[in-house]
């Protein structure tokens, strides 16, 4: 069974940082590329970032760059977001899923809160 177990999350002031996490088990993790995916309260999912399956390539929405590191473990099958410089505005649920091609996802963890106020 595919599972993705999301952590990390929390309230943070505006400025601050926090770094997500995600266990996976269930699949080859090494072999699958990973992306982090966000939804604010009333608003669609919005793609952050994505890793391919070496950790060697990265992508981030434009929004988040410099400011957002994602990376992977494969040893120890997990993803993780850094995330740096946070706005109030990225207050959200950050979910990892495993990518399944352009904008396709096709598991998902349960999602992280990540809060940002002062």
């Known amino acids: 069974e595919v599972q993705l177990v999301d952590s990390g999350g929390g309230l943070v002031q505006p400025g601050g940082s926090l770094r997500l996490s995600c266990a996976a088990s269930?699949?080859?993790?090494?072999?699958?590329?990973m992306s982090w995916v966000r939804q604010a309260p009333g608003k669609a999912p919005e793609w952050v970032s994505s890793?391919?399956?070496?950790?060697?390539?990265?992508y981030y929405r434009d929004s988040v760059k410099g400011r957002f590191m994602i990376s992977r473990d494969n040893a120890n099958n997990t993803l993780y977001l850094q995330m740096n410089s946070l706005k109030p505005e990225e207050t959200a649920v950050y979910y990892c899923?495993?990518?399944?091609?352009?904008?396709?996802?096709?598991?998902w963890g349960q999602g992280t809160q990540v809060t940002v106020s002062s």
């Open positions: 899923a495993t990518q399944a091609g352009i904008d396709a996802y096709e598991y």
């Open positions: 269930g699949f080859t993790f090494g072999s699958i590329m």
């Open positions: 890793i391919n399956t070496k950790g060697d390539t990265t």
